[in-house]
């Protein structure tokens, strides 16, 4: 059961910021330097980084 748990408290923060990385890519509204920033960001702190992109960074273009 730890396992589980372990695994899930370490998968889930990669997910996101897997998934946070990809958003950024995809970002069009972004330029390079900007991209780079938001990427190492969320590399450096994988889970607050991912919330603090998809808050702050993501644009709220509907």
């Not at 970002?27 to 900007?34: G, I, R």
């Not at 450096?44 to 980084?49: A, K, R, S, T």
């Amino acid at each position: 059961m730890e396992k589980i748990v372990l695994v899930g408290l370490f998968l889930f923060p990669l997910l996101v910021s897997l998934f946070a990385i990809k958003d950024i890519f995809n970002n069009k509204l972004l330029n390079n330097n900007q991209k780079l920033l938001w990427i190492i960001v969320v590399i450096l702190i994988p889970l607050v980084g991912a919330i603090i992109y998809f808050f702050f960074g993501k644009s709220k273009v509907l």
